[in-house]
């Protein structure tokens, strides 16, 4: 029996989140207007055209605030400024403007957990000014003169560094060059808080939050007992202190405008942390990052190694977290890529035999789920891995980081290589690929990274003359806003053990929505549950041949399509 009219339409009431699609921008890599090499404010104004047709709602930019770049702009140096590089002040607020006309609200990356050691408040630290070395966790050698703690940085190497030329050691949890801020002094909050009043004033929409669980160090720091380990993580993440200062925050800034959006990225969260931070009785945030399920390529825990994925142990953990949040009343921001991560097409498909079907099947498993849908640029065209072979293409210092530390384990310049054009943040951050044009339309210029080689075939001028990846997301983010099902309705994870399919069910109001999605080539049957047969029903999305709804479904190569249940 197929469904001939349309159902569950939207309603008035939506919690301001639940129906938006959030898209990502890379500045240094989404478009170059002045021909240095480096994406520009000016660059996101001229293709805001795009992002309308597209259809999202809000455009979260990664940091654009002043920095020497040691960590691509996460290395902040001045809060309340806009960095050269980007453009001016105007040119933000003339973006402001210009995407608000368009119904795009702008959302910044806030980094209040660290500082740039160019800050002023290191710098005065540095000079001698107590009010600011307070600012700043530092400590003294223990007395065998070893360092305060052994932890070690999430970049690599110990995470402590000496204090200019006195007897003191400073924390810096990532880069050297990023010192950790004292959150347990209230003039540090005071200041944060005025930072993001700051940008509320400019008519920013949203904020993303920088590592923002792990701000909760305590003053009394102790050694863990494996180096880099969980156990060493739990000593500064998701403290109960951490739930306090976000509730602080909320109260003393965003929490005064219902209409702003927040999401926090959350490292090495858990589900009860993450119904504390979103449920809305908490006053805490609107969603959260959670990264579990984007290390089931990760060989016994470890991110530079290169295993085939566990799909098995994917869907377990986007099951939990799907679940978990739900039953808690907290809300997901559902995603597979973002500028920390490898292309996901590159790493869970097949981009060479099935770039669309691959494309398509990973962004409906993400978009017809429970929570909030993040886009980064260029996976709405289907970009890739770039897969360059040589370190020196490489920029990120996570990666040059590690491809010394492999090295130093015995590995050879290629093994080590094979798992960096896996695994490098660099991989999602190469240039976007605008046209078929001389350095695909990105810059007249030298590009501060190199493009990948396929930018004349996989490019938006492409995708938008042709029925293809861009026009799937289109309809994706078109009908989280036609049916309230998808943004409000509950989930539960259907066949669980099925080895290459992955299915769950929405429910809202008498109706269902099944989704499934076939995560391998080949193709592969799968029973549905008797309750949902001989019931009215219609194809809503699919990117294949499959339209039935059949005690037996059986899909192709990479093959996803949802059917809704009357």
């Not at 200041?191 to 003053?219: A, C, P, T, Y």
Request: glycine letters at 8%.
């Amino acid at each position: 029996m197929k469904l001939a009219i349309t159902l569950l339409a939207n309603q008035e009431g939506v919690s301001m989140h639940q129906d938006k699609v959030i898209y990502q921008i890379y500045p240094r890599s989404f478009k170059d207007t002045d021909g240095d090499g480096v994406g520009d404010l000016p660059g996101i104004i001229s293709e805001l055209d795009f992002l309308e047709t597209l259809g999202i709602d809000i455009a979260w930019l990664s940091p654009i605030f002043p920095s020497p770049q040691y960590d691509n702009g996460y290395d902040v140096a001045d809060y309340k400024a806009i960095n050269p590089l980007f453009g001016t002040m105007t040119d933000f607020e003339t973006l402001v403007e210009e995407a608000e006309q368009r119904g795009i609200g702008i959302m910044l990356d806030m980094v209040l957990n660290h500082c740039s050691t160019e800050h002023e408040w290191f710098q005065k630290a540095l000079a001698g000014d107590k009010y600011y070395q307070e600012f700043f966790y530092l400590r003294p050698a223990k007395e065998d003169g070893s360092l305060p703690t052994n932890w070690e940085s999430k970049f690599g190497g110990p995470a402590w560094a000496p204090f200019g030329d006195t007897d003191l050691y400073y924390l810096h949890l990532y880069d050297v060059h990023q010192a950790d801020l004292n959150w347990h002094n209230p003039n540090v909050r005071r200041e944060l808080h005025d930072v993001v009043r700051f940008w509320m004033d400019k008519g920013v929409q949203g904020f993303r939050f920088d590592v923002l669980n792990v701000i909760g160090k305590s003053e009394e720091m102790v050694d863990s007992k494996e180096p880099g380990s969980n156990e060493e993580k739990a000593l500064y993440t998701d403290t109960p202190i951490v739930h306090e200062w976000v509730q602080e925050l909320n109260q003393a800034t965003y929490g005064k405008n219902s209409e702003l959006i927040t999401v926090g990225e959350m490292s090495s969260t858990d589900v009860p942390n993450g119904i504390q931070y979103t449920n809305p009785e908490r006053n805490e945030l609107d969603m959260i990052f959670s990264f579990h399920h984007l290390k089931v390529d990760y060989e016994e825990g470890e991110k530079w190694s290169n295993p085939e994925f566990d799909f098995l142990s994917l869907k377990a953990i986007l099951n939990e977290w799907q679940e978990g949040m739900s039953d808690g009343d907290g809300w997901n921001a559902v995603f597979y890529n973002n500028h920390d991560q490898p292309r996901a097409n590159s790493r869970f498909g097949d981009v060479e035999n099935f770039p669309f079907e691959t494309a398509t099947m990973l962004a409906q498993s993400i978009h017809l789920m429970r929570g909030t849908p993040y886009i980064y640029q260029g996976e709405e065209i289907g970009m890739t891995n770039p897969m360059f072979e040589e370190i020196d293409d490489y920029d990120d210092i996570e990666t040059r980081n590690h491809y010394r530390i492999m090295i130093e384990k015995g590995k050879t310049h290629d093994e080590a290589m094979e798992i960096i054009q896996a695994k490098s943040r660099d991989n999602s951050r190469t240039p976007m690929q605008w046209t078929d044009d001389h350095q695909a339309g990105f810059t007249t210029g030298e590009p501060w990274l190199k493009l990948a080689d396929n930018y004349s075939v996989i490019n938006a001028q492409n995708e938008l003359e042709n029925d293809n990846i861009f026009k799937y997301y289109q309809k994706l983010i078109a009908l989280r806003k036609e049916y309230s099902i998808i943004s409000q309705g509950s989930y539960e994870g259907l066949a669980l053990e099925h080895p290459e399919i992955m299915a769950y069910n929405r429910h809202l109001d008498g109706h269902d929505l099944i989704v499934l999605t076939h995560y391998y080539p080949g193709e592969s049957s799968i029973e549905i549950p008797e309750r949902f047969l001989n019931r009215p029903y219609r194809r809503l999305i699919g990117n294949g041949a499959q339209n039935e709804l059949t005690e037996t479904v059986t899909l192709g190569d990479y093959e996803t399509v949802a059917f809704l249940i009357e």
